[in-house]
């Protein structure tokens, strides 16, 4: 099983990313697929869930309108599109699955700076 996440990097606030995560070894439409992200100092947080018929099943309150969780079944990537980013986004971003035990990628730097 392998997740690789992509697509983070430096942005000025209100500015967008679009983060990807590729995956393999297992049969990726069948799973709900999740986007964390921890920052500096604090606890691993759900982002956004996907499940398998890309139906968004939860998020945090603090990106509802400004992140969209997407899937591509074929592709066998998830994607976090970030638009209007802030400095409070700054974080390491995870994508993430569960079968029996959870799987996680390396994660992707997302910096939100002026």
């Known amino acids: 099983v392998q997740l690789v996440e992509s697509g983070g990097g430096l942005v000025q606030p209100v500015g967008s990313l679009r983060l990807s995560c590729v995956a393999s070894g297992f049969t990726f439409s069948l799973y709900p697929m999740t986007w964390y992200r921890q920052a500096p100092g604090k606890e691993r947080a759900l982002v956004e869930r996907i499940d398998t018929t890309a139906g968004v099943t939860d998020y945090t309150d603090s990106v509802k309108g400004r992140f969209s969780i997407s899937r591509d079944n074929a592709k066998n990537t998830v994607y976090l599109q970030m638009n209007n980013l802030k400095p409070e986004d700054t974080a390491v971003y995870y994508c993430?699955?569960?079968?029996?035990?959870?799987?996680w990628g390396q994660g992707t730097q997302v910096t939100v700076s002026s």
């Open positions: 993430s699955f569960r079968r029996w035990t959870d799987y």
